[in-house]
């Protein structure tokens, strides 16, 4: 164990101080904007943030006003809670376009769990980065926080907020991956079948007499 895993994880540590030293002073700055620090800030008066806050975010980003974004970001963590629950972002967030509809089959269990995992969060009041930059676009609060919407723009693409696990959108890839892409064509043939058509009762002493006439053992 001392030889192997804990040299394992010193490794992987320093692998990852390495990898984000040089964007360890932007990302302390986004971490201002995570959900739960907009709920811990909100009795916090301009005068009480650093002084250096969100330097570098308006170094990184062109347009953006360091002293502007600070004065909005006070005034929104002020309101959030009440923005977001008087203008009901259970109703908002699922009016959202599935970029991926075209792909997906609602019937896939990955999507079907994603979508009800995000459902229960909104029940939960629980607010997300993508919700805050629903509710900023879709209500034209673009306007009064113009420098804040960019912010939340440029922390929207990093991995860390805006990824999720990787979803299979076909029964084909479900089943291989599953499976490990060892069964041969005609079971899969047959695994595809049973998937797809897995809303059609099947009687069970049918199936069974099938099978022992089909058998040859």
């Known amino acids: 164990k001392i030889n192997t895993y804990f040299k394992v ?3 992987i540590i320093n692998s990852i ?11 302390q700055d986004l971490s201002l904007l995570s959900p739960n620090r907009l709920k811990e800030i909100k009795n916090t008066n301009l005068s009480e943030l650093p002084d250096n806050c969100f330097s570098f975010i308006a170094e990184w980003i062109k347009g953006i006003d360091k002293i502007q974004l600070k004065q909005e970001y006070i005034t929104f963590s002020h309101s959030v ?7 009901n972002p259970l109703n908002s967030y699922t009016s959202l376009p599935n970029k991926n509809m075209d792909y997906c089959d609602e019937s896939d269990d990955s999507y079907v769990s994603e979508k ?12 997300t980065i993508e919700m805050i930059l ?18 939340y723009k440029a922390l929207g693409t990093i991995p860390a907020s805006s990824s999720s696990a990787e979803r299979s959108f076909s029964k084909v890839k479900i089943i291989k991956t599953r499976l490990r892409s060892t069964m041969d ?9 049973i998937s797809c058509e897995r809303d059609i009762d099947i009687d069970i002493n049918e199936a ?3 099978f022992a006439t089909s ?3």
């Open 17 to 27: 101080e390495i990898r984000f030293s040089d964007a360890r002073n932007i990302l």
């Open 134 to 151: 629903h509710i900023l676009s879709s209500y034209n609060l673009v306007t009064a926080f113009p420098n804040l919407y960019l912010a």
């Open 208 to 210: 069974i007499d099938q």
């Open 185 to 193: 064509q005609c079971r899969l043939e047959s695994l595809l079948l």
């Open 9 to 11: 994880i010193d490794q």
């Open 116 to 127: 009800d995992e995000n459902l229960e969060e909104c029940k939960e009041n629980v607010i």
């Open 215 to 217: 058998s040859d053992r």
């Open 81 to 87: 809670n009440e923005l977001f629950s008087g203008l």
